[in-house]
């Protein structure tokens, strides 16, 4: 290829904007061609591999057959810039701005406050704008379609859903509630209060701005023309590396694929991308034939459908709703059955563009297509130029991981899906580790076919897929079906054969063996209740009531959730904006993509990027870095080692040292041992996987905390607490039982990974570091002590951060040092940004904690003594750990008053990466061991867990076991509150009716309260300060030491700063925090900032409203600008410092007694789930959370922080699994493998009331810190599962405690509720194969 270097130009249009490219790279994606080619920053980088939506942006093309223009929401991170040819791109800049005019989606989904940090917003509007130009009338079922690609960690999607729900005319609120809607005005401050039916409402549905389509940007007629030429040319890139060929014609292409049989058809680009970026994977040329029409024909037969290869999941999606359409119903069963598996191939960006020949050619396991066009009788022609194929697509097709029969000449030219026959039934099963946008744990095709009129079957088809390297056909279990009766008795034998048939060894990758061999007998049982449902005219048998719910889907429909908070106190001036829902104060710039986050500041001139290279051992000796290689690499300037660190090499945390970069030994895989700098993220990157380390493995390696334990692996101080006599009271207990829980880790998943540009000045030493912190000052000092410089020449400046949740402090300094090492070293400006893979494996998250409890109880329910253990696992150095320890002691008895209580907890040193600060900080943790504790009461005594928890619960003033004292009136209102707002008991009656009535969907329900301190136990860390100046204009500039993270602080502080200086919240500013402006400041952390920030610049306006004071009564009746004007001409100083010392909090471990917190949250959280028996998979169907959070400063921020704390906490404990290998590797490293809560998690129904008639005297105006405390009741889902497998349970006659751990994912749930079919597979052998389990139980 080399000697063929012309290339032709590339023409395509971005927000009308014509582009040109005469050398487009091929391994140039859009997303990183629109940020740093043409500064459209507004699309986002959140994991690069399609998984998150943050990237989403609008192609649209003209069809010159329909001459229609077709708009598709794609993933710009994995759109080859190369494929835009005669494309349209529209990004979240296009469609409408806070400068000109606002489009009605980016409005929505500020005013709804769906935008906290603001990170995914740009894509949360981009996917939302192209549903309504596709379809400006959507349901509620489309808009959750077209946004389940889209992840958001912040908000819990609830405001995003309530905000597109105003889109779709059916969901209308005024028709809904049958009633009109009563909106009132904005007020001066630009803040709604919005009355309906007398409750004031988060935002004004009255004052939306219309869908307009006048407003879009036309479809340029330059690209109709262009693609209305008959004869496409052959296009031809070449870049650094890669050719890339875009053939016009079919025989181009087979002559292409003759000359170049190893290269790949890139077409949607969402395998063969992956494998480039993530696996390594080269190739020296790519054909692209996207322009070639024959991959793109369908033709409608009455045997059946022929697509084109080429088409994407959404076109063959409409072939296949039309094709139900044009046929008569009883031929359509296949059509029905692929349909139901392309609706949940990713999310809609993904099946925009992923083809079907794309998904067969690549032959992965767990596609969902395979299973069922096997199973369905479908056929491929294959072509190359030695001639046509035909070939069935069927076990023979596939011969194992990544490779099918078809020749490297060879391409899929279409695929025909046949029609079923009389008497013919297919269906489509599929089960994820989260309902939408996850790949299949296992899926399966069945068909069978009788002979007429009768239950005799004459054909069958069984295939699964997730249960080994290629899809499996269920041969033996077919052939014990045919030519016999499909009843009982049959099936009884499949299901002995299916489990000898399927086998899974111990080690096999994926792991979830049992559960995988499980749900393919469920999924078979399903199957069966379908046939027997369609057999019954035949046999005139129907299937029991009792079973009919199995073959049920589960609910989904999302209904409006409901908040209730209360109105500002009668009196308040209409200009005070505290207390009313104002919306996040820059949701609009987030909503419109000019929000300036770290990585959207522009490129600086020599500007270099970063790449870390780490440790691929769990525990070796670094025995040599040979960087020689990298260093000739192209763009490669430097590679930097512990030994270029001028300063200190190392952190200390808690008494233990950290170092930045390892120099002789490493203790986990992901440890930081150098980087590479160049001219470029790309050469970085290149530079830096040419770096060879060479390792010394070292053999004692500690992964678990049980190795922990054995080898007395700890972090000290180890902690211990007592109250009461534990034994005592243990031994006067009725009853005692001793029970464990483990509870996964967490990763933090901020949309906006780990980012830095440190700029070093040229003189003095002098460095600005902008970065994405919560912690400027600690960076601050990390960057001097590195360098070697005083604290005065390095300033650290965060804008804005796209979502922290404890992540971004301790790791962020560290990186942020060796950056700033780069930059002292090579004298330029050096940025670097982690990839979510690098980032999920470098910066630890949640520490999973294993609790173990012994517990002494009376028959009525008293619970007598307790005693626990918790052992977090760590990891590698010391963080935070110590202290989350300390925390998870602080916590142990939750709300609950148990008069002997001890507790003892150790951070466990391990080889895996290590754990830091994550929202909660141990108590999500430790208070699950708590609660797991009272359910296990309530099943020993055959009582129901509340009642436990209601008989045990603090009801007066008391004291905490570390003899602090409170009042927990609130608490107990919350729970009386919550009992009653939910209708609690009712709906227990109905529950345990439902569960009567259906034997594999069980409903369960729980209520869980929360006692959480707020302040941090360390005095000092609870002190904040301020800097505001008044310039002469009158504008305020606000600056304090809290982080803006989507918490809402800033929107907070402006509040603060509107009531104390008596002014609208248009006149304050608040720019950034910087170390600059406010020195020595605290974390922004613990649900502590407002409080400390808030107290800190109120403190810094009242001394300039003061200031003011005598100018105001000599002019009482002039403006805010006057008295300013005058105030400078006097030589008033217009500028103030606040400070806040915050409280003296302490706690003495010696004595085991402190106050360390300032007060406490109170909430109680309860949900309803609806789990499926057979699968595991649940839906929660309605939450209830009361929060006493004083009176709230801004109740639309308070809520949103409390829903989208619960669905973090709904992730941790139902769904997010960190996987690491046998040799301590992280395997979940992206949303692709690990799963946060998305849009189809949300309770269908949410809702929020605050605590009415609450303050608090230890906070800034009465309010409480909210950040936290709610992570914990997403348990209540938890629990309801729990409550759900054990009415399970009793169904298959067990009863009594048993362990369920956290995450209590599907796999989980199934096992646990012991269903026949788990049973078999738990009673039945597994292939021989190594022991070794594939993950670690860590
Ligand atoms: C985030 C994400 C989520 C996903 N979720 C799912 C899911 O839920 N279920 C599921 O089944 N899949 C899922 N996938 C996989 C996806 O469906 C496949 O990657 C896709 O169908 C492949 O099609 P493509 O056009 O993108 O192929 P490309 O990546 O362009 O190509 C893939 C391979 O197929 C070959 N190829 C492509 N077309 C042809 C042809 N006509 N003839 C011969 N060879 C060809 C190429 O040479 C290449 O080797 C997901 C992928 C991503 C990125
Ligand atoms: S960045 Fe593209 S989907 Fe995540
Ligand atoms: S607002 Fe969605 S990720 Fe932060």
Redesign the pocket.
């Known amino acids: 290829m080399a000697e063929q270097t012309r290339s032709d130009g590339l023409i395509f249009y971005v927000n009308g904007e014509k582009i040109t490219e005469k050398n487009p790279d091929p391994e140039t994606m859009l997303l990183s061609f629109l940020r740093k080619n043409l500064r459209l920053t507004g699309t986002k980088y959140g994991c690069g ?3 998150c939506g943050a990237c989403t942006v609008m192609v649209s093309r003209y069809d010159p057959q329909t001459k229609n223009i077709n708009h598709w929401s794609v993933n710009a991170c ?1 759109l080859p810039v190369c494929q835009l040819h005669g494309a349209a791109v529209t990004t979240v800049e296009g469609i409408g701005s806070t400068k000109t005019k606002l489009h009605p989606v980016q409005e929505r989904i500020a005013k709804a406050h769906g935008s906290q940090c603001g990170f995914c917003t740009p894509g949360m509007v981009m996917s939302m704008y192209t549903l309504l130009r596709n379809n400006p009338q959507p349901t509620m079922e489309d808009v959750t379609e077209g946004l389940a ?1 889209n992840l958001c960690r912040c908000t819990g999607y609830r405001p995003i859903v309530d905000g597109y729900r105003t889109f779709c005319e059916s969901e209308n609120c005024c028709q809904l509630n049958g009633s009109t809607c009563n909106m009132s005005n904005g007020n001066e401050n630009g803040s709604v209060e919005p009355i309906e039916n007398g409750q004031p409402e988060l935002f004004s549905k009255g004052d939306l701005l219309p869908l307009d389509p006048t407003q879009d940007l036309i479809f340029p007629p330059e690209l109709m023309r262009l693609a209305e030429v008959k004869d496409q040319t052959t296009q031809r890139f070449c870049g650094e590396r890669m050719t890339w060929i875009s053939p016009g014609s079919l025989n181009e292409l087979l002559q292409l694929k003759a000359d170049y049989p190893q290269a ?11 494998d480039m970026k993530f696996k390594g994977i080269f190739h020296p040329v790519i054909i692209s ?1 996207t322009q070639v029409p024959e ?1 793109f024909k369908v033709t409608q037969k009455p045997e059946g459908v022929c697509v084109g ?2 088409c ?2 959404s076109f063959l999606k409409s072939v296949l709703e039309r094709s139900i359409n044009d046929f008569p119903p009883e031929s359509t069963h296949m059509f029905r059955a692929l349909l139901q ?1 392309i609706k ?4 809609q960006q ?1 099946r925009n ?10 032959a ?1 396991p ?4 395979t299973p069922i066009l096997a199973a369905g009788r479908c056929t491929l022609v294959a072509l190359s130029k030695d001639g046509r194929r035909r070939v069935p697509i069927d076990k023979d097709f596939f011969l194992g991981f990544a490779k099918t029969v ?1 020749k490297p000449d ?4 279409s695929v025909f899906i046949p029609a079923s026959r009389p008497n013919e039934i297919v269906h489509a099963f599929r089960h ?1 580790p989260r309902k939408e ?4 744990t296992v899926n399966a095709g069945m068909r069978v076919w009788f002979n007429e009129n009768s239950n005799v079957v004459k054909e069958i088809s069984i295939y699964y897929g997730g249960v080994g390297a290629t899809i499996l056909s269920a041969d033996r279990a077919c052939q014990q079906i045919v030519g016999r009766p499909w009843e009982e008795a049959t099936l009884s034998d499949v299901y002995s054969t299916l489990v000898d048939e399927i086998k899974l060894g111990p080690s096999a990758p994926g792991g979830k063996v049992d559960f995988r061999r499980s749900l393919t007998l469920s999924l078979f049982f399903k199957f069966n209740l379908l046939v027997l449902q369609y057999l019954k005219d035949v046999t005139q048998v129907d299937i029991p009531q009792k079973m009919q719910s199995a073959i049920q889907p589960l609910p989904k429909h999302i209904q409006p959730g409901y908040q209730e908070f209360q109105n500002v106190l009668e009196g308040q001036s209409a200009q005070d904006p505290v207390g009313r829902p104002m919306m996040h104060r820059t949701a609009l710039s987030q909503a419109t993509g000019e929000a300036v986050y770290c990585d959207d500041l522009p490129q600086t001139d020599g500007e270099l990027f970063l790449v870390i290279v780490t440790s691929s051992r769990p525990h070796a000796k670094i025995t040599h870095i040979d960087f020689s290689e990298a260093l000739k690499l192209p763009g490669v300037v430097d590679v930097i080692t512990a030994k270029d660190i001028p300063g200190k090499r190392f952190r200390t945390f808690t008494g233990y040292d950290e170092e930045l970069l390892a120099e002789d030994e490493v203790t986990c895989v992901g440890q930081m041992v150098c980087a590479v700098v160049a001219d470029s993220k790309a050469h970085a990157k290149r530079g830096a996987a040419a770096v060879k380390i060479s390792y010394e493995d070292l053999q004692d390696r500690i992964f678990t905390v049980e190795e922990a334990i054995e080898k007395e692996s700890f972090f000290l101080p180890r902690r211990q607490i007592e109250r009461g006599d534990v034994e005592k009271g243990l031994r006067e207990a009725e009853q005692v039982y001793e029970g464990e829980i483990r509870i996964g880790g967490q990763e933090h998943f901020y949309l906006e990974t780990q980012s830095f540009l440190v700029i070093p000045i040229g003189e003095e030493k002098e460095m600005k570091v902008y970065l994405s912190t919560q912690h400027p000052a600690f960076t601050q000092e990390a960057v001097a002590e590195t360098l070697g410089i005083p604290s005065n020449r390095v300033s650290c400046h965060v804008k804005r951060l796209g979502g922290a949740f404890g992540g971004k402090v301790t790791k962020t300094a560290i990186l942020a040092s060796i950056t700033a090492v780069a930059a002292s070293k090579t004298g330029r400006p050096v940025r670097c940004v982690l990839e979510r893979g690098e980032d999920m494996l470098i910066t630890g998250g949640r520490h999973p904690v294993w609790g173990i409890y012994k517990v002494g109880f009376m028959k009525d329910g008293r619970i007598t003594a307790a005693d626990f253990q918790y052992y977090a696992n760590a990891g590698n150095v010391v963080d935070e750990s110590v202290l989350v320890a300390e925390k998870i002691l602080l916590h142990l008895d939750n709300a609950y008053n148990i008069p002997n209580l001890r507790g003892r907890s150790a951070a466990c040193k391990t080889n895996l990466p290590s754990n830091t600060a994550f929202r909660g900080f141990g108590v999500p943790q430790c208070m699950l061991v708590v609660e797991s504790m009272i359910d296990d009461v309530a099943l020993k005594l055959g009582r129901l867990p509340e009642e436990i928890r209601e008989i045990n619960m603090y009801k007066e003033v008391s004291l905490t076991h570390y003899k602090m004292e409170f009042d927990p009136e609130n608490l107990v209102r919350c729970w009386n509150e919550c009992m009653k707002k939910a209708d609690f008991r009712q709906r227990r009656q109905g529950i345990d009716l439902f569960n009567q009535q259906n034997q594999f969907k069980k409903r369960g329900i729980a209520i869980v309260p929360i006692k959480y301190g707020i302040g941090f136990a360390e005095a000092f860390l609870n002190q904040a300060a301020a800097l505001v100046h008044i310039y002469k204009d009158g504008s305020v500039l606000v600056s304090h030491g809290g982080t803006e993270m989507g918490q809402g602080i800033h929107t907070k502080v402006q509040q603060v700063a509107s009531r104390e200086l008596n002014i609208p919240t248009s006149l304050i500013h608040i720019s950034e925090t910087s170390t600059q402006c406010v020195p020595n400041t605290c974390p922004s952390a613990a649900s502590f900032g407002t409080d400390a920030n808030g107290m800190a610049v109120k403190d810094a306006c009242q001394i300039l409203y003061n200031r003011l004071e005598p100018i105001r009564k000599k002019n009482p009746k002039g403006t805010w600008q006057n008295w300013i004007i005058t105030a400078f001409l006097q030589k008033i100083s217009l500028s103030a410092t606040g400070y806040y010392r915050g409280h003296d909090l302490d706690m003495d471990w010696e004595k085991q007694e402190g106050k360390p917190y300032a007060y406490f949250t109170y909430a109680v959280g309860c949900s309803e789930v609806e789990l499926d028996c057979l699968t595991g998979e649940y839906r929660t169907l309605r939450t209830d959370i009361v929060v006493d959070i004083g009176r709230s400063i801004n109740p639309s921020i308070d809520i949103g922080q409390i829903e989208g704390a619960f669905m973090q906490g709904l992730g941790l404990y139902t769904m997010e699994e960190l996987k690491f290998s046998p040799s301590g590797v992280l395997y979940t490293r992206g ?2 493998q690990y799963k946060i809560p998305s849009f189809c998690d949300v309770p269908l129904k949410f809702n929020v009331y605050l605590l009415a008639g609450s303050s608090n005297p230890h906070a800034i105006y009465s309010s409480k810190g909210i950040g936290e405390p709610t992570v914990f009741l997403g348990s209540s889902v938890f629990f309801a599962i729990k409550d759900a497998v054990t009415a399970a349970r009793k169904d298959a006659g067990l009863t009594g405690p048993f362990q369920l751990n956290s995450p209590a994912t599907p796999e989980r749930a199934c096992l646990a509720c012991a269903t026949h079919f788990t049973q078999m597979v738990a009673q039945s052998e597994s292939t021989s194969g190594p022991a070794q389990p594939w993950a670690l139980n860590i």
């Open positions: 591999g399609g998984g994995l690609g790949p058809l890139v077409m949607g680009n969402t395998n063969i991308g992956l034939p991959l290869a080429g994407s999941m598996q949940l191939v990713g999310g993904i563009v992923a083809t079907l020949g794309g998904n067969i050619a690549s992965y767990n596609s969902d297509l078809l060879e391409i899929v030219l994820a946008s996850a790949l299949a949303p692709s």
